[in-house]
């Protein structure tokens, strides 16, 4: 596993936030697995760093705690709670009124994967060469193209273009995509922020993912963002599947 994330050349704050969880306890790997999560910030004055991070942490420590015994009802309360605590907060003080977050998680459970979304981060997965994006961004222009409204093409320089239709902490309510996925060896993925995916297309990070280890490809992939433009803070955390009982780690 590796994870990268830079400020970039415009942001004065990085508003991205990377967590992950890997359980000692057999019971709680077995029944909670692991747990990978990145979250990018929206709101001024540091308050999109702060709706991300306590996103990020309110999410964990929900979802492991849980008294539900399946997953998917765990991670839809874990995102409720965490929906409810921005949203306090940001209630709570004027300056941060307006704050929230996305959020693009992914539990690896025994034989299984699954991914959570709410706004336009994303989860990769690349398997046999093949790199599939496994979430939906929760998008004005991602909805228009769905509907037949606008064109790829249209959509590519559309003011509306990052204007988010789902997000934690800006409504009472927020409804997560959760979907499973299956798990084989050798599955690698791929969790981002949209830094990377403003200067970086689906074609270049499958090609580096192919061609690199995850530690090296996530310090390329940040880098080809900055040298793109670096126009937002760029997170990237690459978790690799070797088998189904262990995962690959490198540290930075």
Known sequence: MACKTDLG????????????????????????????????????HAAGQIASELTAKTFIEVYLNHPATEPTVAMAGAVAAANRFVLDVARAVPARRGMGTTLSGLMVIQDKAYT??????????????????????????????????????????????????????????????????????????LLCSDGLLNHVNDEQISDVMRACAPAEAAWKLVAMALLGGGSDNTTVLIVRIDDLEEIVRFED
């Open 9 to 44: 050349r415009v942001r004065e704050n990085n508003e991205d936030k990377f967590e992950y969880y890997i359980p000692e306890e057999e019971s709680t790997l077995a029944s909670r697995g692991m747990v990978f999560l990145v979250c990018d910030g929206m709101g001024g």
């Open 116 to 189: 959570v979304q709410v706004g336009d981060s994303r989860v990769y997965r690349l398997r046999a060469g093949e790199l599939t994006p496994l979430t939906h961004d929760h998008t004005w222009i991602e909805e228009a193209v769905r509907l037949g409204t606008l064109t790829y093409a249209e959509a590519e320089n559309h003011p509306y273009k990052h204007v988010l239709t789902r997000a934690v902490g800006t409504e009472g309510e927020v409804t997560p995509d959760i979907e499973g996925h299956d798990l084989k060896p050798g599955d690698t993925f």
